[in-house]
C-alpha cells in the first residue's frame, strides 16, 4: 500500500520537476529575466516583513537566498506529491492544486515591475507539463491496475500486468524528465540567438525622427484611448508561435518576379535610401466591431513605389506576393503600392527600432488595407505576379483575397460596467476611414436622432478657423479643431481620429451608438457583418445604466 502511495508521489515529483524545468528553459529561451521560480522568490522576499527578512539575514547571512530558493523548493516538493497521490484518485483531483500553483505563480510573475505579458508564457506551458506529464506518467498504471484488478479475480496474470505497467511508468518517467532536462538546457541556448538580436536591435542608430504627437488630436475624457498608440499596447497578431529574430546584418529583402530587373537591399542599404516617415492606423481583419485589434504609429521606412520603378514592373502585373522570414505570405494588390500613398518598407515604430514581434528588423506598412493582405512582418521577399497566380497565407483559410479597411467607429467610454451618475456624461472614442479620412462622427442616445460629435485633429471643413490651442474641453463639434498641421499632411487620412460629446443623461437604462462618416460622404453601414471573409460591419452599441 505505501508502495503504491511511494508510486503516485514519485509520479508527481517527476511530474512536478518537469514543469519546472520546462517553464525554466522557455523563459529563459523568451530571454526573461526571472523565471516563474524566480518569481516567486521574489514575491515571496516583497511581502515578507521587514523584521522577519532582517531576523533570517541575520541568522543566515548571504545564504539568505539560497536557503529560501531551498525553502520554496522543498514546499513545492511536497505540493508535488500531493498532486500525484491526488491523481490515484481521478485523473483531475490535481487539477485544483496545480491551478492554485500556477496561479499564484502566474500572479508572482506578474507583479514584477519589468513584467510583460511574455512572462505568463513559461507559467502557462510549465502548468500544462504538470498536468500533462503527470496524466502521461500515471496513464498505464490507471488503465493497468483496472485490467489488474479484473485479472486478479480470475486468475494469477495480474501480477504480470502490474510488472508490465510498472515499466512502462518507468519509461515514460525517463522519457518526462529527458524532455524537461532538455527544455532546461536547450531554452537558455537558443534564446541567446534572439537576446543576441534584442542587443543589437537597441543599438542601432536608425534615421527615424521621434513622433510629435500633433497638437489638437487629442480630445479631453477620461478612458478615451491614446491617438499614438506605444510599441507595447499595439496589438500582437501573427501565426509565429516564435518570432523570427533576425540579425539585420544577415537580413535581405529580394523583389523579383514580373520585373525587368531584380533588387536586393541590405538593410545598410535600405537605410541609406530617402527615408518617409507617416502617421498610419493598422487594423486587423478580425477586430470585431467595438473591438481593439487597430493602432496608430508613426513610422519610418523606404517607400515602396520608387523601389518597384526601379525594378521595372512587367505591364500584366496587378500583385505582389509578400514573404517572412518564417514562410507567412500575403498577396498585396500592385496599385495599392504604386500609387501616391505611402506604402513602406518600415524599419522604425514610434521613432525606434521595430520591435522583434512587430517585423524587426523590416516589415511593410500599407495604409487603406487590412494587416493581412499588406503588412508583412520580418519581410526578405517581395514577388511581383499576378493575383491569378498565387494564393496566400489567409486567402487559403478562406478570407477574401483582396481586403480594404472598412470604415469604421468604436465607443470607448462610457466603459461597459462605468458609475454613472444623473447629469452631464463625457461619451467618445474612436473612428477611422483609412486612405480617406473622417468627415464625421455621429452618435445617438436610445434610438434617437444622430448627433454630431468633436472629432480630434483638423477636420476637413464643418471647422472654422480658430486659436491654435488643444481641443475644447467641452468637445463642441466647432472648438474641436485647430492646429498647425500642414494642409495635405492632415492626420486622418490615414489615422484614425478620436470623437468625444457630452451628453445629459437621466436615470435609468440607456444605449449608444455610434457611425463614422468618411471624407468621400459614405457613412458607415449599421448591417452586421461577421469579420469573415473580409471584415465586420455594423454600428457599435453599449448599454449602461445611470442611477
Ligand atoms: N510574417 C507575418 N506578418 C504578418 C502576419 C503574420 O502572421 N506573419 N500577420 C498579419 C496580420 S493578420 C496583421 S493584422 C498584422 C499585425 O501586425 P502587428 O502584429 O504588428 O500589429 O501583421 C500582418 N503581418
Ligand atoms: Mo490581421
Not at 525553502?71 to 485544483?96: H, T, V, Y
Not at 513622433?211 to 506605444?230: C, D, I, Q
Not at 512587430?358 to 517581395?382: E, M, N, T
Not at 457583418?529 to 455594423?538: L, N, S
Request: proline residues 6%; negative net charge; charged residues 20%.
Amino acid at each position: 500500500m505505501s508502495n503504491a502511495r511511494m508510486s503516485w508521489g514519485t509520479a508527481g515529483l517527476v511530474a512536478g520537476f518537469a514543469g519546472l524545468a520546462v517553464s525554466h528553459g522557455t523563459a529563459h529561451y523568451l530571454g526573461r529575466r526571472l523565471t516563474p521560480f524566480d518569481a516567486v522568490a521574489e514575491l515571496v522576499i516583497d511581502v515578507t516583513p521587514g523584521s522577519v527578512a532582517h531576523w533570517f539575514i541575520e541568522l543566515v547571512g548571504t545564504l539568505d537566498k539560497p536557503l529560501l530558493g531551498l525553502i520554496i523548493a522543498a514546499i513545492m516538493c511536497l505540493l508535488f506529491l500531493a498532486a500525484g497521490r491526488l491523481a490515484a484518485r481521478a485523473w483531475w483531483a490535481p487539477l485544483p492544486l496545480y491551478a492554485a500553483m500556477g496561479g499564484f505563480a502566474l500572479l508572482a510573475t506578474l507583479t514584477r515591475d519589468d513584467a510583460t505579458r511574455t512572462d505568463a508564457v513559461p507559467v502557462a506551458l510549465g502548468a500544462v507539463c504538470w498536468i500533462a506529464a503527470l496524466s502521461f506518467i500515471t496513464e498505464p498504471v490507471t488503465t493497468g491496475s483496472r485490467a489488474a484488478a479484473v485479472s486478479a479475480a480470475t486468475s494469477d496474470v495480474a501480477g504480470d500486468a502490474h510488472a508490465h505497467s510498472r515499466r512502462t511508468v518507468l519509461i515514460r518517467s525517463a522519457v518526462v524528465t529527458a524532455i524537461g532536462v532538455g527544455t532546461a538546457v536547450l531554452g537558455p541556448i537558443v534564446g541567446r540567438g534572439r537576446r543576441r538580436v534584442e542587443q543589437a536591435r537597441r543599438l542601432l542608430v536608425l534615421p527615424a525622427t521621434t513622433p510629435n504627437v500633433p497638437a489638437g488630436v487629442s480630445l479631453k475624457g477620461e478612458g478615451l484611448t491614446p491617438w499614438m498608440t506605444s510599441a507595447d499596447d499595439f496589438y500582437l497578431i501573427d501565426t509565429a508561435f516564435q518570432k523570427p529574430a533576425i540579425d539585420p546584418k544577415t537580413w535581405s529583402l529580394r523583389i523579383h518576379g514580373m520585373v525587368e530587373r531584380e533588387v536586393v537591399l541590405s538593410y545598410q542599404e535600405l537605410l541609406d535610401r530617402e527615408v518617409t516617415e507617416d502617421w498610419i492606423t493598422l487594423s486587423c481583419v478580425s477586430n470585431p466591431v467595438g473591438g481593439d485589434l487597430i493602432g496608430n504609429a508613426w513610422w519610418s521606412g523606404v517607400r515602396i513605389a520608387p523601389l518597384l520603378a526601379e525594378a521595372g514592373v512587367r505591364p500584366h502585373a496587378d500583385a505582389v506576393l509578400q514573404t517572412s522570414q518564417d514562410g507567412w505570405t500575403c498577396g498585396t494588390p500592385l496599385q495599392a503600392l504604386t500609387d501616391d500613398r505611402q506604402a513602406m518598407i518600415a524599419f522604425a515604430m514610434n521613432g525606434e527600432a521595430l520591435p522583434i514581434e512587430h517585423g524587426f528588423p523590416a516589415r511593410v506598412i500599407v495604409p487603406g488595407l487590412y494587416g493581412y493582405v499588406s503588412a508583412c512582418k520580418w519581410v526578405v521577399d517581395i514577388e511581383v505576379t499576378r493575383f491569378d497566380r498565387i494564393s496566400a497565407y489567409w486567402t487559403e483559410l478562406g478570407w477574401s483575397e483582396k481586403a480594404p479597411l472598412k470604415i469604421g467607429s468604436r465607443i470607448d467610454v462610457p466603459r461597459s460596467g462605468q458609475d454613472i451618475r444623473p447629469g452631464d456624461l463625457r461619451i467618445g472614442g474612436m473612428a477611422w476611414a483609412q486612405h480617406t479620412g473622417i468627415e464625421r462622427v455621429e452618435y445617438a442616445i436610445d434610438g434617437g436622432a444622430w448627433q454630431v460629435a468633436a472629432i480630434g485633429g483638423i477636420t476637413n471643413h464643418t471647422v472654422p478657423a480658430g486659436p491654435a490651442t488643444s481641443a475644447a474641453p467641452t468637445g463642441e463639434a466647432s472648438s474641436a479643431a485647430p492646429s498647425a498641421a500642414p494642409v495635405g499632411k492632415v492626420p486622418n487620412r490615414d489615422t484614425w481620429v478620436q470623437w468625444a460629446a457630452t451628453v445629459t443623461v437621466d436615470e435609468g437604462d440607456h444605449e449608444l451608438r455610434v457611425r463614422a462618416v468618411g471624407a468621400d460622404g459614405e457613412v458607415q453601414t449599421g448591417v452586421e457583418k461577421d469579420v469573415r471573409p473580409d471584415g465586420a460591419t455594423g454600428w457599435h452599441t453599449r448599454q449602461f445604466s445611470v442611477g
